[in-house]
């Protein structure tokens, strides 16, 4: 009898002792995730509505290939109702002067992550990105669009589901408490989960890489039906052939071609090799090109990432000194120790360091691989660029180290830099991401919605100039460079107060422009197209 008491109580405590630690890890995750640094009271940035024209400013063209001089647009309830120069606005509409401005659409990012980190949607907007699409979507995004069409303050949000993969049953229970997959692994559970997913609002279906043959052509078909875009990777167990056959309208990286490349060359090794694998790989490129642009596939760069990853292994605090660190969710930038291979920033858990115990060979062998690799994703959105295909912006933000908001202004020079004009580049991240988006934005015309922003410099000029920001305008309510400053110094304050280690070192302003000047001067010369490469990531 009093076995069976202790039995029970020994019973009793495990199941309260597992409830606790489940609770525990519960909490830990969110905060990892961003969840439980200090929210900004983003009430304090609501802005109304207004009725206005701006006058005597520098106008993207429709085709966004010039500047039209002294021209005149006009926004009334959140929409452009004119640009025509003498187009008569009522007496109490507010008149304000773009003489020396230049005024572009809203800009978008095509590739980002919110996790939990709710200040990041203020950041976009202190950043001059209007639209989002985020590609590991929860329902708590899906709330927090719903409350910024209601008047919240933050970008228009594109929502895909959370990513697909197909798993055994334990490991798949696994994936979905840890890192929020969803496991299909037939027919039948792609058209449930692809019901639930169009039942709940989100706008897309996100392929993962472990996602099997069966399940991807089954979602392909379910999603169509129920007007949802495909979107993502793509699969290990599919060829590039399968892809053109499919419902899929985007490649979420340029790096998931270069991925596919490698599965059909193999492993190389030495320079020679590497050469070797360069020629391949200009030639599929060549040979891709046509058929994605054939069969209307997008593709979405996140190639500034990919630069980041060799520096973070080979120069990691320069790198942390040259992005703005101190914006970044100090939940996602610190981790957690215990759990590696994480979206860790700083040293101690950076995802990309180099390992450690690697001699000189190990390092030098390093180097060439992922360079070579690095190199030939540049090959690759040059080849796509030049046979037309519809390239998207995408920054992979809240991956390490891509800042949100911030990291879309280096994406863009990136885009620049291998070989994109500066109004390609700058359509990629208006007008073509907007149309594939399905938004009303992205073209400065009549009847679009008013997300615009004027720029104290021209980014046809310079692509940098996207950074130039005078005001901020998302359907029809202007938030001045003032306003802009106050958002950033409020995501500042609060990351301040929930960091837990010092950042002091990485924040340094001179030492900032000195790193960035360095790595400027580097992107001159050819052989900076060496310090580029992309790793196989966990989380996209």
Sequence with gaps: M???????????????????????????????????????????????????????????????????????????????????????????????????????????DSHIHLFKSQNDLLLYLANGITEIREMI?????????????????????????????SFGWLEGWFMEVTQGYNNIRDAKEAEEYVNRYAELGYDAVKIYSFLNKEAYEAVNKFAVEKGLKVVGHIPFDLDLEDIWTSNQTEIAHVEE?????????????????ADDFLAFVNRRAKEVS??????????????????????QKFELDKVLKEVELEYENPGISEW?????????????????????????????AQKIWWYTYGYACQVILKSLHEEGVSIIAGTDANLPPTVPGFSLHDELKAMQ???????????????????????????????????????????????????????LIINGKVYE??????????????????????ISSFISTNQKKLDKMEVDEKRMSLNFLLHLFPLKLEIH
């Design 481 to 502: 460079r003032a306003k802009l400053d106050q958002i950033l110094e409020a995501v500042k304050a609060a990351n301040d107060k929930s960091r837990a280690r010092d």
């Design 417 to 471: 830099e291998a070989g994109m004009s500066t109004a390609a580049v700058l359509k990629s991240a208006t007008a073509i991401a907007a149309q594939w988006l399905g938004s009303n934005t992205g073209v400065l015309s009549e009847g679009y919605k008013a997300n615009l922003l004027l720029l104290d410099n021209n980014p046809l000029l310079d692509i940098t100039h996207t950074k130039s920001i005078n005001t």
């Design 257 to 273: 071609l270069m991925n596919a490349f490698r599965r059909e060359y193999g492993r190389f090794e030495s320079q020679e090799e």
């Design 2 to 108: 009093k076995l069976k008491k202790v039995v029970r109580y020994v019973l009793i405590f495990l199941f309260l002792g597992t409830l606790v630690l489940l609770y525990l890890a519960q909490q830990n995750t969110i905060k990892i995730y961003g969840g439980k640094t200090e929210l900004v009271n983003y009430n304090d940035f609501r802005q109304e509505q207004k009725s206005f024209c701006i006058e005597n400013v520098f106008l993207l063209s429709e085709d966004g290939e010039s500047f039209i001089p002294k021209q005149k647009i006009c926004i009334d309830k959140g929409t452009i109702v004119s640009t025509d120069s003498s187009f008569q606005a009522p007496s109490e509409w507010q008149a304000i002067d773009g003489s020396g401005k230049y005024l572009i659409p809203g800009l978008i």
């Design 290 to 311: 046509p058929m994605l642009k054939e069969n209307k596939i997008s593709v979405t760069t996140t190639i500034w990432l990919t630069q980041s990853f060799v520096r």
């Design 336 to 364: 957690d120790e215990r759990i590696p291979g994480g979206l860790g920033w700083l040293p101690h858990i950076n995802r990309y360091k180099m390992q450690e115990g690697l001699n000189e060979e190990e390092r030098a």
């Design 137 to 165: 979507g929860e329902e708590d995004h899906l709330k927090w669009r719903n409350e910024i069409q209601a008047g919240r303050p933050g970008p228009d949000m594109f929502i895909a589901s959370p990513r697909l993969g």
